[in-house]
């Protein structure tokens, strides 16, 4: 039986359990009962299996029995990552195994992403005899804004089989922009660099009919808004793009009350190093220089929150060319652009060469361009890409494996 064969087979035990997280999301770092889940159905399979100390996690190796008798720390190894945390957000889909928990949502896939490594770990337990090397399974909590993936990273996961990982891989479902059961990819930055700046301006409170006898941090805020805008077109290459978006501006309590505070806090988005470390320096030097002029303080942390997520090279090709072998070359599209999404599975890849890709979990006969995108409490996302995804993380794990094995035999 073929590896696609096998998760079409499993297609619809994987739907079954997808859609028991999505009836029960859990948020952050703490995910007891998505942990349980994941083990219940890894339950019978030849794993080595580690949980998290300091959060909910789950690693797990399987051992290639063709590699057997070569140390552990000469074996071939391949990571394969699937998170596993939903939003804070209401769900709105009005699908018949909706979320049953209030204001959480698993409106990101990462739900799909966790029944898929499922699938690739049944698939890759079945032909284990026949793998050179060692798979290591990283289920991760925590990636939404929680930076799960640097507390596995620090708990070991890179190593976790007893050698660092020779090239780890991940995929992310998308419920728009793209076609229907495509694959997408690039080498090099392929998502951006994310952090979060923090301003609370602080004057004093007054009666808004006199604000010559308080000092207003509103003005102050909504210039320092307009101001992010301009530091952004007029200091940084537009070929080397920066995003600052204020997502929240808060103040006062009534329309004649000048508050004694303003908060600003703002998503910074960038995709060079180079434009990350020069927005934390920027961006604070014209918060506080702008207050200052109107005789006001600012309080400002900048929080660096994700690198960027760049692939490497050699290994997007590896994964391109795996895809196509799979499925055909219609399934998969060079992206010209990276997307100014980020991910903590840039903290893997600062550490081991890999690639990310984007599968299009759209369903059929709906438009991607109007469809509700990630993060909405109306995205929803095709089931039947389970196997698919399932299927070529398994793939992906047997083909570099095989090539790892055959560079050390050379």
Known sequence: MSVIEDARGQQDELRRFRRELHGEPELGLELPRTQERVLAELDGLALETTLGKEVSSIGAVLRGGAGAGTPADRR???LLRAD???LPVQEETGVDYSSRVAGTMHACGHDLHTAMLVGAARILNDRRDRLPGDVVLMFQPGEEGYDGAAYMVREGILDLAGRRVD????LHVMSAMMPPALFASRPGPL???SDVLHVTVHGAGGHGSAPHRAKDPVVVAAEITTALQTVVTRHFDMFDPVVVTVGRLVAGTKANVIPASAEIEATVRSFSTENQ???REDLPRLVTGIARAHGLDAEVEYQF???LTINDRAETDFLARTTTELFGEQRFVPM???????EDFSRVLDEVPGAFAFLSAVGPGVDPATAAY???PFATFDDQVLADGAALYAQLAIDRLESLSTQEKQ
Do not use: C, F, I, K
């Not at 090239?167 to 991940?170: F, M, N, Q, S, V």
């Not at 010209?336 to 980020?342: L, Q």
């Open 76 to 78: 071939p190894t391949v």
């Open 84 to 86: 596993m945390d939903a």
């Open 167 to 170: 090239a780890a891989y991940g």
């Open 191 to 193: 998502m951006s660099a």
């Open 277 to 279: 470390e020069r927005l």
């Open 305 to 307: 929150q994700y690198p």
């Open 336 to 342: 010209v652009n990276p997307v100014a999404g980020s």
């Open 374 to 376: 990630n993060h909405s």
